[in-house]
């Protein structure tokens, strides 16, 4: 899975792609300490977003900014690679969260919930991917990164109810599972992509997928 992007659009995607990853960390951990009686244990990172609470006011926007960074770093990336299904796969993510924070969970749950659906499944599998178009040793880190952020969308999908899952994490903590290594992975793909170098990324001529 080699690219063959210009260096302006590595740069773009690389500094996009870790303002996302970056600024979304920052943000959860200012707000956290802003809410009230806040747990990670027992609350999701969409109680911070949500409309009426304290935290709404500075986040959305901040949230907003950091999706359409993520859409942002994932278009330049791919944009003259000629592949468009993997062009798509890296923009769904994005385009999740854009979702979920532009429907707040007490607005509209069920387009939140799409939007959760469409960031958890196919950003892991993105970072998974990334592997192959890396050279350096943190191909290593995209796959555990990504198998760790599916396998917490494994359990937050599919054993909720369960009471491993509300008494080991929780709701919150989970959730985290998910979201934290998607960010961290975010960051350390987009610090190779401003680094612009052969020796971290393979690259061939474009063609169509």
Do not use: C
């Not at 749950?109 to 599998?125: D, E, K, N, Q």
Request: hydrophobic share 50%; proline share 5%; aromatic share 12%.
């Amino acid at each position: 899975m080699n690219i063959d992007t210009n260096p302006t659009d590595l740069r773009r995607a690389g500094a996009l792609l870790t303002f996302a990853g970056a600024g979304f960390l920052m943000l959860i951990t200012a707000l956290e300490a802003i809410y009230p009686n806040y747990s990670v244990h027992a609350n999701t990172v969409s109680d911070l977003l949500a409309i009426g609470t304290r935290t709404s006011l500075i986040g959305e926007p901040l949230a907003f900014a950091v999706a359409a960074s993520w859409i942002g770093g994932a278009y330049f990336l791919f944009r003259k690679s000629g592949r468009r299904k993997l062009l798509a796969l890296n923009l769904l993510p994005g385009i999740g969260l854009l979702l979920a924070v532009v429907s707040p969970e007490n607005v509209n749950l069920a387009i939140h919930s799409a939007g959760a659906v469409v960031a958890f499944i196919p950003g892991p599998i993105a970072a998974m991917l990334s592997y192959r178009m890396i050279r350096s040793p943190f191909k290593y880190f995209a796959v555990a990164l990504g198998s760790l952020s599916l396998f917490g969308t494994a359990m937050e999908f599919g054993a909720y109810e369960t009471a491993f899952f509300q008494q080991t994490l929780g709701p919150g903590g989970w959730e985290r599972v998910i979201l934290y290594p998607l960010l961290i992975w975010l960051v350390g793909f987009g610090s190779l992509l401003l680094a612009e170098s052969g020796e971290v990324l393979t690259r061939e001529p474009a063609r169509r997928s």
